[in-house]
């Protein structure tokens, strides 16, 4: 029989959290999303740097899938790149999104220079065929609340070895996080900078839910196709934050309605730096960035049709 002086015992003699192997931490952290990192990262300084080593590794693992060499990062530096899609979502959310391609959106007037360093630096060849890529990287994300996507052109690459898919998407301004925001849903609402993993709605993506951004009474095809693969992966889509928690709450100031206009730099966006170093200052491209979602309906208990129409305003001016 277990007396409490041997359980005593044996908890004193248990290995710890810190005095186990990194190799055992990095394999607990795996199963985390980004937003139970980000809290445990706050328990501790070691947990905090442990954090970022084991988020910038996801990075590196990310890259590499691509195929693509370490100088690409210094290279997205430079030309305001950023990565965006499924693909980002999986870094969040691990085990629920296998991503197929992998989208870049560049600023506007850097389709060229993105060529130059992808035929001097890796073996992608640009194809012209547009089936060559998922159609997700054309319109799969953007959403049905204006004909301005935000996004100019798309050029898709294969590689010539491993036939990664690489779809280089030219936005419509020189921010190129603009477009971000005007996809179907807020599950894809995040990117990837040279040194920074941001998510609009932390809490939501967390919850595997996340809101629609479209004021159109009824979906098309095209968003609905969008919403059901998202949906087979355990994302919720929801009309209106009041079907998040049934929280009554003032729709143009609680920052997870549709209807509040959010900043990129506000409090409420997840943005964390995974280069190394203390005190590293998250690249999120434009932080005074700011917007609000389209949505069909208020937030009143009732569900009242009331579309309203959201918009993108870019902060900085280059």
Known sequence: MCTSSTKACILRNAPSWVSSPVEIHHVVLSFLSVTQLVSLGKTSRYNYALVKEHIRARVVDLLSQWS?????????????????????LALLE?????????????????????????SQHTFYVKFNN?????PDAAVGYISDSSADTGINDVIYYRHSKTNAVLNIIETAQAVPTTAIFKFHSTFV??????NALVCAYPKMTADHVGLVNTPSPNLTFRTVRCLVK????????????????????????????????????????LCIAFSA????????????????LSSRYDCNPLKRVAPEKGSVSPGCLY
């Open 130 to 134: 547009l089936r060559v890529g998922l």
């Open 189 to 194: 609402m995040n990117y990837l900078t040279s």
């Open 230 to 269: 998202y949906g087979v992966r355990g994302f919720n889509a929801l009309d209106r934050s009041y079907d998040w928690k049934n929280q009554v709450h003032n729709c143009h100031s609680f920052p997870y309605c549709g209807r509040c206009r959010r900043v990129v730099g506000d409090r409420f966006t």
């Open 68 to 88: 693509l060499p370490n100088s690409f990062s210094e290279f997205m530096n430079t030309h305001n790149i950023v990565f965006s899609g499924s693909a980002v």
């Open 277 to 292: 170093g203390i005190g590293a200052v998250p690249n999120v491209i434009d932080p005074k960035l700011s917007w609000t």
């Open 94 to 118: 691990p085990e629920c999104v296998t991503p197929n391609d992998l989208d870049a959106y560049v600023p506007l007037g850097a389709l060229e220079d993105v060529h130059t360093f992808l």
